[in-house]
């Protein structure tokens, strides 16, 4: 059985979009106008707020985001970076908007007990890997003042580089190393929320997985971070039990994916020697029993941003697989010494 009618016409509506921005077809170019309003709008609405309505906060804050649309590997980026500032004492939260869930009130705080219809399923993910406070809101200044008043001395903000009205000490902006930023064009002709150019002024520019043509367009050089996705294992939804990575090599899966890029999941099990039977849901799908109803009695491997909303009616066979983002040292000591300066500045200027 596939996808319902309804999670399979969006998802193709969304796939339409994404082979349009990201490969040959060029029938969006016809929607220039809208791109040079939307250019337009967004330009106005950064400079407006970036004069009038920014806050700075006294505790230092990175936000980690992207500037296109479809799917660019955050989430791991964001729990490799709070493993490491645990690692180096530090007690970090993460601000997070929460897409995909609905909290009973805001700013709402994960705590084991949330479920991703309340919070979000990538906030539940990071809370799970990494046990950090994570406040859930649609303002995320006011998740940020929470998450000071728990104590937090450093905060990390999922996703938000255009949320200006947030202020930031430390940008990292995350590009997909291998679709780059499409065909280069802003919303809605190509993936773009802000010009390529955008990607000049941020700290670090980290690239997931580059190709060895890896390239970004614009007008002078950018230095990137290549970031590595590791498999580690395959982790059952109904126990602690997990297999290794080899356990399904040479066998077939039923694939399951609702996340921005979908191809990246199947092509990470097809590194593996897996042979995935794929199924591709909209980014932040919700998943009911029958969404997973295959017709074949295969194992069923999934990312775990998926498996967090399957665990409530998961079966013996389903698994999701575990991956870790690796960097280089030389981003990690750079980025430290980046937050120390910061965080000499913000004494400086607040106490």
């Known amino acids: ?29 016809w929607l220039l106008p809208l791109m040079w309003i939307f250019v337009a709008l967004s330009r106005f609405r950064r400079w407006w707020i970036l004069r009038y309505q920014q806050v700075n906060l006294p505790t230092p804050l990175i936000v980690v985001g992207n500037i296109s649309v479809g799917g660019t590997g955050k989430t791991p980026l964001l729990i490799a970076l709070v493993k490491h500032f645990q690692a180096q004492g530090y007690n970090p939260g993460v601000i997070s908007r929460g897409y995909g869930g609905r909290a009973p009130n805001y700013p709402y705080l994960v ?14 993910s990071i809370y799970r890997q990494t046990g950090c406070a994570i406040c859930v809101g649609p303002d995320r200044v006011a998740a940020a003042r929470y998450l ?10 999922d996703d938000g580089l255009q949320h200006y009205r947030l202020g930031r000490d430390i940008e990292i902006a995350l590009v997909d190393g291998l ?77 399951v ?56 009616f998961a079966q013996e066979n389903w698994y999701y697989l575990v991956i870790e983002a690796r960097l280089p ?19 400086a200027a607040f106490e």
């Not at 773009?192 to 955008?198: F, N, P, T």
């Not at 030389?330 to 010494?337: I, V």
């Open 179 to 255: 679709r780059g930023v499409g065909n280069g064009h802003c919303l809605p002709v190509g993936p773009l929320r802000e010009s390529a150019e955008r990607l000049k002024s941020v700290d670090w520019v980290v690239a997931n997985s580059p190709s060895d043509s890896f390239s970004l367009p614009v007008d002078e050089p950018v230095f990137t971070i290549p970031m590595a996705i590791a498999p580690l294992c395959f982790q059952s939804l109904l126990s602690t039990e997990s297999l290794a990575i080899d356990a399904f090599t040479g066998k077939s899966v039923h694939a």
């Open 111 to 124: 705590e084991s007990s949330s479920t991703p219809a309340e919070a979000g399923d990538e906030p539940i």
């Open 1 to 29: 059985m596939r996808p319902s009618s309804t999670s399979s016409s969006t998802s193709s509506r969304q796939q339409a979009w994404l082979d349009a921005w990201y490969g040959q077809r060029r029938w969006t170019l």
């Open 329 to 347: 040292d030389l981003f990690w000591s750079a980025l430290d010494n980046k937050v120390g300066r910061v965080k000499e500045q913000k004494k």
């Open 257 to 312: 994916a609702g996340i921005g890029n979908p191809r990246r999941f199947y092509q990470s099990l097809q590194l593996l020697g897996v042979e995935p039977v794929e199924h591709s849901y909209p980014d932040h799908h919700s998943y009911a029993p029958a969404d997973l109803a295959f017709d074949e009695n295969l194992p069923v491997v999934m990312t775990e941003k998926d498996a967090v909303k399957c665990r409530a």
């Open 148 to 157: 000071e008043d728990l104590g937090c001395d450093l905060l990390l903000s």
